[in-house]
C-alpha cells in the first residue's frame, strides 16, 4: 500500500481525497489542524458560477466544463453514500445586466454556449419582473438566466465528501498542524525533472508526530505558502497565495422573495442572493460577498464595507429592507499573485509532490476538475 496524505480539508482536500479513494492500493490520509471545512470553504457561498462565466477557452474554460459535468453526477452519488439530506439547488443563476454591460459580448457568450452544448437565455427587463418580482431597479438593463448553473452549500458538501471518503477507507486527522515536510535525494526521475537532482519527501513532521508518505498533496489554502516556500529550488516558481478577504450577510423574511416555487441564485453588481434550500432555515438568504485586498491574515473585516454590500442588494431587491439579519461572517480567499487561480501542479524538483491551491473566488466550483487532474498526476507518480 502507498502512503498518500492530504494537507488540509477544505473543500479541495476533502475532494481530493474522495476521487483518489477510487485508485486501489493507496493508504489515504488527510490532515488538518481545524476540523473539515473551517477556512475559506466554511465562509464562502457555493455559487457556482460555471456556464454563466466568461471564461470560454483554455485550462479556465476546461475545468469548469469538467466540474460542472462531475457535479452533476457527484451530488446525487454522495446523497446516496452517504444517506444525509444534502441538498442542492437546481433553479440556476439569474445574473442581472446593468447599462455599463456589453449586451453584444453577453450574447456571443449565448451563441458560444450553445455551440458548445450549454443553455443560457437573454431576458428582457419585462421577463425579468414577471419571474422575478422582487427585483426592481430601473438601471437592469436585462438579464443572463443560466439554468445548468447550481449552489450548493460548500460546508455540507464537504462533510459529506469527508463521509463517504471514510466510507472508502480515508483516515482523517484534525487537529494536526503540519509543520514541515522531510525530504531526501531521489532515486526514481519523472518526465519533470529528468537529468536533475530530484527530491523525494519522505514523511511530514506533524504536532502529532512524524507521517511517512510516499505522496503528499499540499491542499492547504492559504497555509500553502508557507509549507511550500522551504522547498522551492532555485529556478523553481513560488507559490505565492494571498488573502483576499469577504464579507456576507445571513438573513430571513416572512416570506419568500419572489415566486416560492423559482428561487434561482441572483446575482447583480457582483453581489450574491442565495436562497436556502435547507428546509430547516425557511425565507432564508444568504447575501455577499464583499471583495477587500488585504496584506495581512489577521485583518479585521471593515464593517463600512458590509454596509455597502446590504444597501447595493436593497438597492436591486428592495424587499430585503424588511429582513432579519441573522449573522454575519467573513473569510479569506487564496488567491495566487501573478499568476491564474488556481495552483494545480506537480512542485518543480520533486518526485512525489502535488499542490492544489489558490482557487481564490472559485474553489467549490472547481473542486472536482482540481481533483481530477490531481489524480492523473498522481497515477503518474506511484
Ligand atoms: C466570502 C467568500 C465567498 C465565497 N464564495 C464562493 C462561491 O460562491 N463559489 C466558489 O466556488 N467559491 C467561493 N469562495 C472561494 C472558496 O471558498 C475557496 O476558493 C475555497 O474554499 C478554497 O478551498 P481550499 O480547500 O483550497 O482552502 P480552505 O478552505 O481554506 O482549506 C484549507 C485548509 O488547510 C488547512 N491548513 C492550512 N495549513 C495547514 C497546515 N500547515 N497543517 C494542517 N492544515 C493546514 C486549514 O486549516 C484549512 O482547513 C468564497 C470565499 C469566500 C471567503
Request: hydrophobic fraction near 40%; charged fraction near 15%; aromatic fraction near 6%.
Amino acid at each position: 500500500m502507498k502512503q498518500i496524505v492530504i494537507i488540509g480539508c477544505g473543500v479541495i482536500g476533502a475532494m481530493i481525497a474522495y476521487e483518489i479513494s477510487q485508485i486501489p492500493n493507496l493508504q489515504i490520509t488527510v490532515l488538518d489542524r481545524q476540523p473539515p471545512a473551517q477556512a475559506a470553504t466554511g465562509a464562502a457561498l457555493g455559487v457556482l458560477m460555471g456556464v454563466i462565466s466568461q471564461k470560454t477557452k483554455g485550462r479556465a474554460w476546461a475545468m469548469r466544463q469538467a466540474s460542472i459535468q462531475r457535479y452533476n453526477t457527484l451530488l446525487p452519488e454522495l446523497a446516496a453514500l452517504t444517506g444525509n439530506s444534502l441538498t442542492w439547488n437546481q433553479q440556476g443563476i439569474l445574473k442581472l445586466c446593468f447599462a455599463e454591460d456589453d449586451r453584444s459580448r453577453w450574447q456571443a457568450l449565448i451563441d458560444l454556449r450553445q455551440q458548445q452544448g450549454w443553455q443560457l437565455e437573454y431576458w428582457q427587463p419585462e421577463h425579468i419582473w414577471e419571474r422575478c418580482p422582487q427585483i426592481q431597479h430601473s438601471d437592469i438593463t436585462g438579464a443572463i438566466y443560466s439554468p445548468q448553473d447550481l449552489q450548493i452549500d460548500p460546508t455540507a458538501l464537504t462533510l459529506a465528501l469527508v463521509a463517504a471518503s471514510q466510507q472508502r477507507g480515508v483516515t482523517f486527522q484534525f487537529g494536526v498542524d503540519v509543520l514541515k515536510l522531510e525530504h531526501s535525494s531521489a532515486t526514481r526521475q519523472t518526465s519533470d525533472c529528468l537529468h536533475t537532482t530530484c527530491l523525494h519527501t519522505t514523511c511530514l513532521h506533524t504536532t502529532a508526530g512524524e507521517v511517512p508518505a510516499d505522496a503528499v498533496i499540499i491542499a492547504a489554502g492559504l497555509g500553502s505558502t508557507p509549507l511550500i516556500a522551504p522547498l522551492i529550488k532555485s529556478g523553481g516558481q513560488p507559490v505565492d497565495v494571498h488573502p483576499v478577504l469577504g464579507q456576507a450577510i445571513q438573513v430571513q423574511l416572512q416570506q419568500p422573495l419572489g415566486e416560492p416555487c423559482f428561487q434561482p441564485v441572483i446575482t447583480g453588481q457582483d453581489i450574491h442572493l442565495v436562497p436556502l434550500v435547507d428546509p430547516e432555515l425557511s425565507h432564508t438568504y444568504w447575501v455577499g460577498a464583499t471583495v477587500e485586498f488585504v496584506d495581512s491574515l489577521s485583518i479585521e473585516p471593515d464593517a463600512a464595507r458590509l454596509e455597502t454590500l446590504w444597501q447595493d442588494a436593497i438597492a436591486f431587491c428592495p424587499a430585503l429592507k424588511n429582513a432579519a439579519v441573522l449573522k454575519t461572517w467573513s473569510g479569506l480567499r487564496p488567491r495566487p499573485q501573478n499568476r491564474p487561480a488556481p495552483i494545480v501542479e506537480p512542485l518543480v524538483g520533486f518526485t512525489n509532490v502535488l499542490i492544489a491551491t489558490g482557487h481564490y473566488r472559485n474553489g467549490v466550483l472547481l473542486a472536482p476538475a482540481t481533483a481530477q487532474i490531481v489524480r492523473s498526476l498522481l497515477s503518474e507518480r506511484i
